[in-house]
């Protein structure tokens, strides 16, 4: 592998000199959800690296074949073990920093059975008033809440667009 | 490079016995404009395959370290030398049979001036009336005309999902 810019093309790539093979970096999705079960809204405690026992939003790399809307229901499965019902698109949070963009959906649980998975120490439904904002584990989930509760409040819904900075904790996902 | 389930992961991947680089691949993203100048809507026709000929919206893959607004904006500057202001995320389209998701924005054209690039043989503005609905690129370029032309209607713009079913244009991209 060789890096330089392809015939008609106008950015460096890895490039196979052999087969001609060239080899595309693109950004990557992240599709999560932001849920509620009787108002509570549903957070899981992260098990692994990067921010392992912070709270998220269920949340993943989207996969290859999936929709992003099968792709947020199946992380909030593997996370929460939960059961849930994806209502409309929530929030896209562009961080070209990391080449990253993720797409929160929301929705409702269909109960309050939690099942946490090897990603998860512990899953949980907070009320507004015990979210535990410092101890979050990315800017995207954090402005997500803040976004979702204030909507709430409003009874209103826009899809928000939202192009986060730099800072600490994206740089360790 | 062998094909195996990583310990902690529960999908094939490409992985490196060696170094034990894990190879994921992940869905990519297509991020494109519905542009208007004095109610006419930016289309330019392919000069690369697949769909050579044929009129899209400007749109193509996401480059890493960019906005998805940042990538619409460079799209339409490349496809159709012309100068864009973004006003909102306007549609997603899910396309899980080709692991693409379709993100188009909204906005205007800051003039009609329109300098195609070497991916398009042309660049126009089209009415309402004028539109080559027979040669349009791909069903989420069609899907997104038809949903913006209704919503201009109705003067009210909200935010679209859709998941598209496996189409033949598609399979070419």
């Known amino acids: 592998m060789s890096r330089r810019i392809p015939t008609g093309d106008n950015r460096i790539r890895d490039y196979c000199e052999a087969c001609t093979y060239i080899h595309y970096e693109n950004p990557k999705l992240v599709v999560g959800a932001i849920l509620e079960f009787e108002g509570n809204i549903l957070l899981c405690k992260r098990a692994i690296e990067p921010r392992l026992g912070y709270w998220t939003l269920p949340a993943g790399f989207m996969e290859n074949g999936e929709s992003t809307q099968a792709g947020a229901l199946r992380e909030t499965f593997e996370e929460a073990g939960a059961d849930a019902q994806i209502e409309a698109p929530f929030a896209l949070f562009d961080l070209p920093h990391i080449s990253q963009v993720h797409l929160f959906y929301r929705g409702k649980l269909r109960s309050s059975d939690l099942n946490p998975g090897p990603e998860s120490l512990e899953a949980g439904l907070f009320s507004e008033a ?3 904002w410092d ?10 809440l803040k976004l979702y509760l204030c909507d709430r409040k409003r009874g209103q819904y826009p899809f928000h667009s939202v192009a986060l900075e730099k800072c600490s904790e994206d740089d360790q996902r």
Do not use: A, D, G, K
Request: aromatic share 8%; net charge neutral; with cysteine.
């Open 135 to 144: 101890s979050l584990s990315f800017e995207s989930v954090r402005q997500c």
């Open 130 to 132: 015990t979210i535990p």
